[in-house]
């Protein structure tokens, strides 16, 4: 089956700490991107990658890292320095059509929990 | 930059009625408007996607249009079902860019 695979599904962290959450695609899709969702707002860009070994940060990228070494995954760590990381992050691929983002095929999510 | 807005926030409806969903983008040089669903705790799932050379799109009870002069979309759900409830969010990529969400419309379906 193709398709975008998240995990962990929960995830908790002490305040002080990294974590890495992991977003795998099948999809030999070319762009992948990480979002973060507050309840009642949409969807907020916090990085992507259109190229293996090169990304480029969204609106949010304070306190988030990422890498892509490989066209299938695009891991993302919420590092100590993002102040309020309790939130459902999704991690979404598309193909490119002539450089064109076209439709975007999303995960199930990771919910982060800061405790 | 593109914003994205959806009207109303939040809608309940009984079983079998017809509903539209709005979504305004502020932008008109939008290429691409796409329709989610999501439910509670769950991913996004593609509904309908609309490219700007199109005016509308059509999946089973689902139609999306797409007016770039007047700088809105609209989802039509035909003979609505309790399964529909969900929340239902709109985004738009220009060129250059990337998507724009929406904050979404919460849809409840009443048996």
């Known amino acids: 089956d193709g398709g975008i695979t998240q995990s962990p599904k929960y995830l908790f962290r002490k305040e002080g700490q990294n974590v890495t959450l992991s977003c795998e695609q099948n999809?030999?899709?070319?762009?992948m991107y990480w979002y973060r969702q507050d309840p009642g707002q949409g969807l907020r860009l916090i990085y992507y990658?259109?190229?293996?070994?090169?990304?480029q940060k969204g609106d949010i990228a304070e306190g988030y890292s990422v890498s892509r070494e490989k066209k299938e995954s695009f891991p993302l760590t919420v590092t100590s320095a993002q102040k309020n990381p309790t939130a459902f992050y999704l991690c979404?691929?598309?193909?490119?059509?002539?450089?064109?983002?076209?439709?975007?095929?999303f995960g199930p999510g990771t919910r982060l929990t800061v405790l | 930059k593109q914003e994205v807005t959806q009207i109303p926030a939040a809608l309940s409806v009984p079983e079998g009625e017809n509903l539209v969903l709005n979504c305004s983008f502020t932008?008109?040089?939008?290429?691409?408007l796409q329709w989610f669903r999501q439910d509670p705790g769950k991913g996004l799932t593609s509904l309908l996607l609309?490219?700007?050379?199109?005016r509308e799109q059509t999946s089973g009870r689902l139609n999306a249009s797409l007016d770039k002069s007047s700088g809105r979309s609209t989802l039509y759900i035909a003979a609505s079902q309790p399964g529909d409830s969900a929340t239902y969010l709109c985004?738009?990529?220009?060129?250059?860019?990337?998507?724009?969400f929406g904050p979404g419309t919460r849809l409840s379906v009443l048996p």
């Open positions: 932008d008109s040089a939008i290429y691409n």
């Open positions: 990658s259109q190229i293996v070994n090169d990304f």
């Open positions: 979404a691929s598309s193909p490119l059509k002539g450089g064109r983002t076209d439709t975007q095929y």
């Open positions: 609309i490219q700007s050379s199109q």
């Open positions: 985004a738009g990529v220009n060129y250059g860019q990337n998507f724009v």
């Open positions: 999809l030999n899709h070319d762009a």
